[in-house]
């Protein structure tokens, strides 16, 4: 959580062009505070295949990532918050060669408040991943793709909970949750006859829990 003003660098690198880099910056003013951060990875990788059983078809195995998250949040009283936060991830990475790759865009967002015994958080994600496969003949010199893959998922959620003292060594607790995952699977055949499939599924998860704790 964002205590303070200040920003903070971090970078590092090395060999096969890595590079790995991030930034903070929090703020604070009153009851009011924000952080918003940053981050870079980045690699040409190196050859998968042996130098004696390369082709010109081979290519360094590499990945591209950039990362992101802002929060803001707003103090009440007597140790209480109320805060908004989102976040991203982008992701590249080829596998080997010029027609295999498979790429990861994600984002999730999240809200809650705390006041007294309560605490609420409402949160959702996206995912959407996309990868290619290929054959590669015996000399690996030209490459044929054979298959798209596309699996998106979304997730939409809440939690509440409650804890009361009820003696100097006492307390109860609950709460409930919820959760709605839906995802599809598609995927597409290049070669043959070809034609795209496509597999969606649906998750719903509903639960309650109590607890009396009482640490001697």
């Known amino acids: 959580r964002p205590q303070g003003n200040g920003v903070e660098v971090v970078t590092s690198g090395g060999s096969e062009s890595l590079l790995d880099d991030g ?4 703020g604070k003013i009153g009851p009011w505070a924000g952080l918003a951060s ?3 990875l980045a690699t040409d990788g190196y050859t998968l295949i042996a130098p004696d059983q390369r082709g010109p078809i081979d290519r360094p195995s590499n990945v591209h990532a950039q990362n992101a998250l802002v929060e803001g949040q707003r103090a009440l009283a007597g ?3 109320v805060f908004m936060r989102a976040n991203a991830l982008n992701e590249s990475r080829h596998n080997g060669t010029p027609g295999q790759y498979n790429l990861t865009r994600l984002w999730r967002a999240a809200a809650g408040a705390d006041r007294g015994d309560w605490s609420l958080r409402l949160f959702g994600s996206g995912e959407h991943y996309r990868q290619t496969f ?4 015996a000399t690996r010199t030209t490459e044929k793709l054979t298959k798209f893959q596309y699996d998106p998922a979304d997730e939409l959620g ?11 060594h006492a307390m109860l607790l609950a709460g409930a949750d919820t959760r709605d995952v839906r995802a599809t699977d598609n995927e597409t055949l290049l070669v043959g006859a070809g034609g795209t499939t496509a597999i969606s599924a649906r998750q719903r998860l509903t639960g309650a829990w109590g607890e009396a704790l009482y640490p001697p």
């Open 23 to 26: 930034v903070l910056a929090t």
């Open 38 to 40: 940053a981050g870079l």
């Open 79 to 81: 140790n209480g918050r």
């Open 134 to 137: 290929s054959s590669v003949n």
């Open 158 to 168: 809440a939690a509440a909970r409650w804890r009361h003292a009820v003696a100097a």
